[in-house]
């Protein structure tokens, strides 16, 4: 019925333009949807074989083949099997001759119908393909002249160019773009042709990488095109590597090159392209031409090159996967990598860690990033350490500069954590605000929900990892620059502690500098970290954790390092532990660790001794709090004699003050239990020495207490003669059944005063 308007290409226009919007409606019309379309894809074909020519500019006829193609790509396969032979060829004869876009279009068809009638009957058509993308790498170079004049071709090309400016197939880079898709799915569909057709294909695609052009002020569109057509030819490679790597092993050296120089040639309108480099740079980092890419870390390590000319707000999106690619390289192939790359990448990583602006899984994949780094300096440094090579001080400096980007990144997290703890719990109060039938708001989305919840996850595995990683840093600066060891650096990952370091040396000036600023920026960190309650409170674990492993960075220092630490901050690590009780965690780290314990513990009691009249303070809840604070601090260091037994010698020293404060204190304020309390610690630990190994040292701590057996015994009796509260009353009979005597013939003259 329609035969006699096809004479008139605007009547078979409108005609095909009817089918196209109705397409839908066929398909789905089973009755006679077979009959219907083995009598119209025939005479959709003979449109295009027969009714119309291929076109080089813009008309009517150009439009009736390109709605007969879109029509063609539409139709459901079950109703082609009969025509797919007629179809392939009219398909090839549109992708060798006819305009790009109509060539674009038919070679989605042709990758169709391959899909899905592979067989005998189609082998005919994959070798001229093959020779026809084979044609078009050959001559890349020419189509580069003929879309940017200035370079001569080097064959018989025809270069003319119709005034609409359409572009033939076999000169089109948006075919180029397509090609390698469809070269794959013909390689793995048809094996045979793999051995004749793919080391000549390889040779030209991998040439056609090396070509460049300079785009005149009006030709972006055509150059993103050329660069997008190199992007999907980079991507075969990738492809024919890890299925074909014995043909591709004579290019090793020149694919890194060309993805890099792509990167920098890239222009910012091919966000889609950049992006996709990417990817192709993590398949290849996957084989073994990785190491290829380590001569080029240093151009890698630049915005330029990663981001290019891509505008601020496209840059959010891109740089994540940016960096996290370039991370993936540096981890590969770290160990490789020269003194200067290593500072380059240490630089880079610094930065992206403190940039406030990239997501906290950024933040720590470059801290993880940077930790690896110190492994890899921890191995080459000991051989570098020499007085004639200088390189040992260049690896100092950088294990300096991170150590100094994860004190400057400990300062700036507790600005952060309070408002995501804020909008944390803004969020779930939002979520269950519910409309009225049932449903959640639409204001806050189930992805916007979990965003949160991993933000504020994330930022807890950020402390975790920059504690874990100093531990790294400061075992690397206090043994490769002191004995040379060339012991396993302790992955952060699988043992996250420190071991011993032998033999430690004195921190310079400046060095001792950063740990202090370390202390206190952990301390203001932990102080905001550990104070949040709620809903999603921090597992107990965990901040126990954190704490005992922030604390154990300061263990491996030198005592007199230590020591002056300690004296200078211990005053706000005290006010931290009267505002949160975690911070016990750290103290009780500090009193346990053999080699720093006698000084904290000697530090501490001089610290405390002078603060002995705030026990009987109850003016103030605080105040309340601090006396319990002092109180529990004395019975720790009392009851670390029995596992530390060098601090015998310090409680000991301090045995008069002590012993003098309780009786003196008890006497002037009324509220002097927790005095008697402090003393009755002390006979308690004093009397389970007796059964330890360090019996001798108490021996002399009982000797020591002898001299106070008296005055402590009168003022028992001085207060068992006044009317004193209950409570008072047992920690007075508890006191004199724990009295450390060391011979009962001393203690007689006094047993009257208990009756």
Known sequence: STQSTWGHFEQLKDALLQLRDRIDTVNTFNGEQKQFWNSTIPDLLTVLNVKTRAQNDTNIQNEVRSIAIDILNRVTFEVQRPHYQHAMDTMMRVVESDNEDNAVAAMKKVMDL?????????????????????????????????????????????????AKGLVMSNRSFKVLTDSPLLVVVLLQSYNQFTARNLPELLKCMVGSLTQT??????????????ITSQVKTASFLTYALRHYSAEIQKYKDDIPLHVIKLLFACPKECLASRRELFVVMRHIFDTDLKERFARHVENLLSDKCLLGDVPTNHCDTLRPIAYSTIADLIHHVRSNLSTT?????????????????????????????????????????????????????????????????????????????????????????????????????PAYSLCDKKADADTLKDFRGMVKTLILGLKNVIYVLLTVYNTGSSHQANHFQVQGHL??????????????????????????????????????????????????????????????????????QLPALYDCLIDNNAFHNIITHFISCQMVSKTFVDILLGFLTKRMHKLADISTP??????????????????????????????????SVIVSNCLKYSTTYKNSVKYFQILSALFRAIQSGKSTNTQCNFDQLQDEFQHYLTPIIDRLAAVHKHNVPASLREVYIELCLKLPVRNVTAFSPHVLCVD
């Open 114 to 162: 391959h899909k899905s009638f592979k067989g005998p009957d189609l082998d005919k058509h994959v070798q001229p393909f093959l020779d026809f993308v084979w044609k078009m790498y050959t001559d890349f170079q020419s189509i580069i002249a003929h879309h940017f004049p200035g370079s001569t071709p080097q064959d018989g090309l025809t270069l003319a160019r119709s």
């Open 213 to 226: 052009a300079q785009p005149g002020p009006h030709q972006k569109q055509v150059y993103a095109d050329l």
């Open 341 to 441: 790359q290593i500072n380059k990448a240490v630089a880079f990583f610094t930065r992206n860690m403190y940039d406030t602006s990239l997501s906290l899984n950024i933040q720590i994949m470059s801290t993880k990033l940077l930790v690896y780094l110190v492994e890899t300096i921890f191995k080459v440094a000991p051989n570098s350490t020499t007085a004639e090579d200088p390189t040992g001080d260049a690896f100092n400096t950088m294990l300096i500069n991170i150590m100094q980007g994860f004190v400057a990144k400990f300062h700036s997290l507790h600005k952060v954590y309070p408002a995501l703890v804020q909008a944390e719990q803004l969020n779930n109060a939002d979520s269950g605000a519910d409309e009225p039938d049932g449903t959640v708001s």
């Open 499 to 568: 071991e011993s370091v032998p033999g430690r040396r004195r921190l310079g000036s400046w060095e001792v500098k950063i740990f202090v600023r370390l202390f206190k920026t952990g301390l203001t960190c932990f102080h905001t970290y550990c104070q949040h309650d709620g809903a999603d409170e921090n597992p107990p674990a965990e901040e126990k954790e954190n704490l005992e492993n922030f604390a154990s960075l300061f263990t491996h220092l030198d005592a007199r390092t230590f020591s002056d630490l300690m004296q200078h």
């Open 622 to 655: 605080k105040a309340v709090t601090e006396g319990n604070v002092q109180m529990k601090l004395f019975k720790i260091i009392f009851v670390s004699m029995v596992n530390v037994s060098n601090n015998i010698e310090s409680v000991t020293l301090y045995m």
